[in-house]
């Protein structure tokens, strides 16, 4: 019998489970950092979601809140490894306020701790100029053609930025895919048996870290247009906590009074009553989500404006 056809499939459940602490953006992970929550689809689940809910909170006993479907992972050897069983992993999006992780089962990490080229809050982070720009342009040099090295030069510029072009904080996966295609992280590095490159992000097993990325881009595209980052954020919050919780997601700092603005005109928040002090200045008012806005529009959306302050 051919190899292939003895080959049985797994199903996978994979939760990249998402929190705002601190102007923070974090991930759960388990294997002490290594990995996201996943564990095997049975049948005796009533859905894929029930499914990863019961694992993930089995596991980690932190419980899921917004869930969303990611994407589906199904690409030969994406473990890296000869395996008798190809596996197909379904990723889900999850949203939540951070809880204290049971000792031994589950961790937050940062998502910058993987992705130290992400966050542009102040600036555009050294590693790029200082170790990806150079070997992305040594991946460029090294093309066959010269067609090919002004083609991956270009690929480069775009996605990082480089040579004029501008950040776009959406193309997360795009450009860890560029690393990894280029031989620059250590996903890439350990199959081939090669050295990791220092400063190129904390690795992870298998594809774990892609599908992390892929749930950035995701989330990074959809707060622009659905109000998901209330479910981050506490019952009652200043607009200045919402405005850092938005930033800290997006890798990109926000102009404040266009902020507030929008919030104003899109109608998503309304005032709390009360007010806490943030800074040495007078205190400031507390808001809360305004639920009727998901009910009065079918496409609520906030349009934040991604622009530097």
């Given at each position: 019998?051919?190899?292939?056809?003895?080959?049985?499939?797994?199903?996978?459940?994979?939760?990249?489970?998402?929190?705002?602490?601190?102007?923070?953006?974090?991930?759960?992970?388990?294997?002490?950092?290594?990995?996201?929550?996943?564990?095997?689809?049975?049948?005796a689940?009533?859905?894929?979601?029930?499914?990863?809910?019961?694992?993930?909170?089995?596991r980690?006993?932190?419980p899921?809140?917004?869930?969303?479907?990611?994407y589906?992972?199904?690409?030969?050897d994406r473990?890296?490894?000869?395996?008798?069983?190809?596996?197909?992993?379904i990723?889900?999006?999850?949203?939540?306020?951070?809880?204290?992780?049971?000792?031994?089962?589950a961790?937050?990490?940062?998502?910058?701790?993987?992705?130290?080229?992400?966050?542009?809050?102040?600036?555009?982070?050294?590693v790029?100029?200082?170790?990806?720009?150079?070997?992305?342009?040594?991946?460029?040099?090294?093309?066959?053609?010269?067609?090919?090295r002004?083609?991956?030069?270009?690929?480069a510029a775009?996605?990082?930025?480089?040579?004029?072009?501008?950040?776009?904080?959406?193309?997360?996966?795009?450009?860890?895919?560029?690393?990894?295609?280029?031989?620059?992280?250590?996903?890439?590095?350990?199959?081939?048996?090669?050295?990791?490159?220092?400063?190129?992000?904390r690795?992870?097993?298998a594809?774990h870290?892609?599908?992390?990325?892929?749930?950035?881009?995701?989330?990074?595209?959809?707060?622009?247009?659905?109000?998901?980052?209330?479910?981050?954020?506490?019952?009652?919050?200043?607009?200045?906590?919402l405005?850092?919780?938005?930033?800290?997601?997006?890798?990109?700092?926000?102009?404040?009074?266009?902020?507030?603005?929008?919030m104003?005109?899109?109608?998503?928040v309304?005032e709390?009553?009360?007010?806490?002090?943030?800074?040495?200045?007078?205190p400031?008012?507390?808001?809360?989500f305004?639920?009727?806005?998901?009910?009065?529009?079918?496409?609520?959306?906030?349009?934040?404006?991604?622009?530097?302050?």
């Open positions: 019998m051919p190899k292939s056809a003895s080959r049985s499939v797994v199903v996978d459940l994979i939760a990249v489970l998402a929190a705002v602490t601190g102007g923070a953006p974090r991930v759960m992970t388990v294997e002490h950092g290594s990995a996201l929550p996943s564990g095997p689809f049975e049948l689940h009533r859905s894929l979601q029930q499914g990863l809910r019961d694992w993930v909170e089995q980690t006993h932190h899921l809140g917004y869930l969303e479907q990611l589906t992972f199904a690409d030969k473990s890296g490894a000869e395996s008798a069983a190809r596996t197909i992993s990723s889900y999006l999850g949203l939540a306020r951070e809880q204290a992780a049971t000792a031994g089962a961790e937050w990490h940062g998502w910058y701790e993987y992705f130290p080229w992400e966050d542009h809050r102040d600036g555009a982070p050294p790029i100029a200082g170790t990806l720009a150079p070997a992305l342009a040594a991946w460029a040099d090294a093309a066959p053609s010269a067609a090919e002004s083609h991956r030069g270009q690929r775009i996605s990082f930025g480089l040579d004029g072009a501008i950040w776009n904080e959406e193309l997360t996966l795009q450009r860890y895919e560029l690393l990894y295609e280029a031989g620059i992280v250590a996903e890439r590095l350990r199959r081939e048996g090669r050295q990791e490159t220092a400063g190129a992000g690795p992870m097993i594809d870290r892609r599908i992390l990325a892929t749930a950035i881009a995701r989330l990074r595209a959809k707060i622009k247009y659905r109000p998901v980052v209330f479910e981050l954020m506490p019952p009652t919050f200043t607009l200045l906590q405005q850092r919780c938005v930033e800290a997601i997006a890798g990109r700092t926000l102009h404040k009074q266009n902020f507030r603005r929008l104003e005109q899109q109608e998503l309304e709390a009553g009360g007010a806490t002090t943030e800074t040495l200045g007078r400031a008012k507390l808001f809360r305004r639920h009727a806005v998901v009910e009065e529009r079918a496409f609520a959306g906030t349009k934040l404006p991604l622009a530097r302050s």
